[in-house]
């Protein structure tokens, strides 16, 4: 399914309202995967992949945990983190687990927060590797591949959830509450607990806005007639282009019935009924 949007004038758009991301081109390309991801069902669904997103990653799909450690920010390691982010890994501080001992891959990496809205865990990457088709838990660095980073988080918003995130008994995704507007226990789906709930509720509808201001995948008739005329002055354009048409149809038909009645109609003409 999938929802298209004009990306140039949604970017545009959003930089008008404030909006920044050191990942321009990253942005570009998460909308352009959107246009044709079946988990994604409406508005509602893009704009709040897309605030969560901008929490977890600011759109990128490369995104690493403590890849800034590394002043890699956004960019892929060469074979493994600097030793500065290994070193975060296996820290606990602040009641944070060691990574490493809740496994590794086959390069010897635990499953740190990788992609789009940074995957993690070691259950994580095998439940949603085997959801989209890849080997994520025996090569984690997959995550990052940016049509997987992009999957993985799509497929992981639209994955149903039941106990505290059901409602009524029946499960629900990620995706599904925020289409109830109960964001609070949206962004708890994600993370775990309220961290950053602020931050993506407000894109979520900034994108909201945005989204539904630009649907289409190419720009409208209104933004290619002309150059940056006013919108009085295209309407009128295509009201007179449109009653050129009309004129064109008009004089056409009775052009025809002239000619078929006088028994003159060109052999080009003579299949057609009117």
Do not use: H
């Amino acid at each position: 399914m999938g929802v298209s949007v004009n990306i140039d004038n949604a970017i545009a758009e959003y930089k008008q309202k404030g909006g920044t991301t050191k990942f321009e081109n990253s942005l570009r390309q998460v909308l352009e995967y959107a246009k044709n991801d079946e988990n994604i069902k409406d508005v509602s669904d893009l704009a709040y992949l897309l605030g969560t997103a901008k929490e977890e990653s600011d759109y990128s799909l490369q995104r690493w945990e403590s890849d800034y450690s590394c002043n890699l920010l956004g960019k892929p390691y060469n074979k493994k983190p600097c030793e500065k982010a290994l070193n975060y890994y296996r820290s606990t501080t602040g009641g944070k687990k060691n990574y490493y001992t809740l496994g590794t891959d086959k390069n010897g990496l635990p499953y740190f927060g990788r992609g789009l809205i940074q995957l993690t865990g070691k259950a994580n990457y095998q439940k949603y590797g085997d959801l989209i088709g890849v080997d994520l838990l025996n090569d984690g660095d997959k995550a990052l591949e940016p049509k997987n980073s992009f999957k993985i988080a799509t497929t992981f918003l639209s994955t149903k959830r039941g106990g505290i995130y059901g409602k009524d008994g029946v499960k629900r995704s990620t995706f599904d509450m925020a289409r109830d507007g109960d964001l609070t226990k949206a962004r708890k789906s994600v993370n775990g607990g309220s961290k950053g709930l602020t931050q993506v509720n407000k894109y979520y509808n900034i994108w909201k806005e945005i989204i539904q201001n630009n649907l289409g995948g190419s720009q409208s008739l209104l933004d290619n007639i002309g150059s940056q005329s006013d919108k009085k002055k295209r309407i009128k354009t295509i009201m007179a282009i449109g009653l050129g048409v009309l004129v064109l149809g008009v004089s056409g038909t009775l052009t025809y019935l002239y000619l078929k009645k006088r028994g003159k109609l060109p052999n080009f003409m003579k299949k057609i009924n009117i």
